[in-house]
Nanobody, 120 residues
Framework: QVQLVESGGGLVQAGGSLRLSCAAS????????MGWYRQVPAKQRELVAT???????NYGDSVAGRFTISRDNAKNTVYLQMNDLKPEDTAVYYC??????????????WGQGTQVTVSS
């Protein structure tokens, strides 16, 4: 339905910063919301942040004030600036794109995930 290519993960020390990027292409639906979720083994995937085409943002409680999501609509790319990283931010981060197709049906797609590891 859509190709999502993530980049920017890696290893960083606590207190450091990373920036994730996710570029969407070949979409067969109009993307309205893009965002990031994260998952650690044996736990459910959780919301990190989302941003709509209009610029409205939503953040998970554990990252509010430290992470900033932004979006370039012309490039269909979403960014996640992560500051003051903590060991508990260690997870696989997944990009998600969502919207409606030509028939008004909700569609969504996930990226392959990128590992973020924060050492103490």
């Amino acid at each position: 339905q859509v190709q999502l290519v993530e980049s920017g993960g890696g290893l960083v020390q606590a207190g450091g910063s990373l920036r994730l990027s996710c570029a969407a292409s070949r979409s067969i639906f109009r993307i309205n919301t893009m965002g990031w979720y994260r998952q650690v083994p044996a736990k459910q995937r959780e919301l990190v942040a989302t941003v709509t085409e209009g610029g409205s943002t939503n953040y998970g409680d554990s990252v509010a004030g430290r992470f900033t999501i932004s979006r370039d609509n012309a490039k269909n790319t979403v960014y996640l600036q992560m500051n003051d990283l903590k060991p508990e931010d260690t997870a696989v981060y997944y990009c998600k794109a969502a919207g409606l197709n030509d028939y008004g049906a909700y569609r969504s797609a996930w990226g392959q995930g990128t590992q973020v590891t924060v050492s103490s």
